[in-house]
């Protein structure tokens, strides 16, 4: 039974996500403050978080950095703000999904459910000797699921690393965003291709010399991305 995490601080919400998803067989803890959820977020292993950005102590965004800087277990963000910028903003710290209040709960169960099958299909089973990518200067460890640049070790997200790991895989082949929204979240878009586009972005700013001029992931404008060989 995967151990989930929700920090919520309306009540009411918290309850009735718990309720679906311990109906799913989840077993779920609840925080109802950012402080108190932060600390049991960096202390106990969650195989996943539900995270409210709006706290009244700190938050979402806050807890999302300090819960980045050594873990990268999946994180769920919910809001009320249906702002692309704050979407843009989350995506870019490193959570794996963004859900805008109202919602279903069935659609939250089955969004859960897609970021544990894929997290746990990554995780598991590895085999001893590491598999390597190395293309100019690029080196991608999938087994160990590091990335250097020029033999310096940059660090990925979970979702950064399957999207610059799936692109490198499949060069010269172009995707649309609704493809690779597809292909690495596992679920339809739904318009929400925004996803896409904040991680590539912020691939390469790691990856890249000149994000103007990109030596590895390359716009076709109007249609979508291809990695460079």
Do not use: C
Request: aromatic share 8%; charged share 35%.
């Amino acid at each position: 039974m995967s151990n989930l995490l929700i920090i919520e601080d309306e009540v009411s919400i918290a309850e009735l996500e718990k309720d679906y998803l311990e109906l799913s067989d989840f077993n779920v803890t609840v925080e109802h403050t950012g402080n108190k959820g932060l600390e049991r977020a960096l202390k106990e292993d969650f195989k996943l978080i539900i995270l409210d950005i709006m706290l009244p102590d700190i938050d979402g965004f806050e807890i999302l950095s300090k819960i980045r800087e050594i873990k990268n277990t999946p994180v769920l963000l919910v809001s009320a703000k249906k702002d692309d910028i704050d979407k843009i903003r989350g995506l870019g710290l490193g959570a794996d999904d963004y859900i805008t209040k109202p919602f279903s709960p069935s659609e939250l169960v089955a969004r859960v459910k897609a970021h544990l099958s894929r997290y746990e299909r990554l995780t598991a089973g590895r085999e001893n000797t590491n598999e390597i990518i190395e293309i100019r200067g690029l080196k991608i460890d999938k087994t160990a699921r590091r990335v250097w640049v020029n033999g310096e070790e940059k660090n990925f997200t979970t979702k950064e690393f399957d999207l610059l790991t799936f692109l490198a895989q499949n060069p010269n082949h172009v995707y649309s965003k609704d493809e690779l929204f597809r292909k690495i979240w596992e679920m339809e878009s739904v318009g929400d291709i925004a996803t896409v586009t904040v991680h590539i972005k912020k691939i390469r700013e790691k990856i890249e010399f000149d994000t103007s001029n990109p030596q590895y992931i390359e716009t076709i404008w109007g249609v979508g991305y291809r990695f460079k060989v």
